[in-house]
């Protein structure tokens, strides 16, 4: 059974048409992480969750912003969506940082017409 | 923020090979983990070693660590035609429960 869900696996969104994606977990993870993968390129951390607690990286653009209503549902929401936002979006949760390994999602893909 | 990078970026070897891929990274860790990723799909954690640990094994995976140099290895023994996927390295900050990952390897097992 998938532990990590992210919904929708496939989203096409319009320029500047604000646009959210979800994230669940079954696992009762604490922490909860955003990734943003361009084509052949790294994962790169948007921002991640310690339970309540927010952190963003200082490169994420303020476009990005994300929401955790309880420890099962991570929201990731583009405000204005650019050309340049077109991605894969990766949720992933871990019990904590500390060696511990990440469950990851499917992704979304992220299209930007 | 990128941690790591790897080497090489691309990879293609014939199948019962040994596939090698090396991460550097920049700062202290607690532990670095391997990651796979199949094409468009989301990554697979394989295997975490620790700081204060110098290799690990599991399955046909081999890992070494070095923090002196900041640097890690994956070994992949006898590979298989299923392998191919992208490797990435990701090491976390001793300040914080973020990680970030390395640049990645493509590596292609041909059959």
């Known amino acids: 059974d998938a532990m990590v869900i992210q919904n929708p696996r496939y989203q096409v969104t319009q320029f500047g048409k604000p646009v959210t994606l979800s994230c669940s977990q079954t696992?009762?993870?604490?922490?909860m992480y955003w990734y943003q993968q361009k084509s052949s390129q790294a994962p790169k951390l948007l921002f991640h969750y310690y339970d309540k607690d927010f952190n963003n990286e200082a490169d994420t653009p303020d476009n990005f912003q994300s929401r955790r209503p309880n420890t099962s549902f991570c929201f990731l929401d583009i405000r204005s969506p650019g050309l340049g936002d077109a991605a894969m979006y990766l949720c992933a949760t871990s019990r904590d940082a500390l060696n511990t390994e990440a469950f990851f999602g499917q992704g979304t893909r992220l299209t930007v017409v | 923020s990128q941690q790591g990078e790897e080497d090489p970026q691309a990879l293609s070897i014939q199948e019962g090979e040994n596939a090698t891929m090396n991460c550097s990274y920049k700062?202290?860790?607690?532990?670095l983990q391997w990651y796979r990723q199949n094409s468009g799909r989301g990554l697979v954690h394989l295997i975490l070693i620790r700081s204060n640990e110098r290799e690990k094994h599991s399955g046909r995976l081999r890992v070494t660590l070095d923090t002196s140099k900041k640097s890690s290895s994956l070994l992949i023994t006898a590979s298989r035609a299923a392998d191919t996927a992208s490797y990435f390295c990701a090491t976390d900050l001793i300040t914080g429960n973020q990680f970030y990952f390395g640049t990645g390897t493509s590596l292609t097992v041909i059959p």
């Open positions: 700062t202290s860790i607690n532990n």
């Open positions: 696992l009762n993870h604490n922490v």
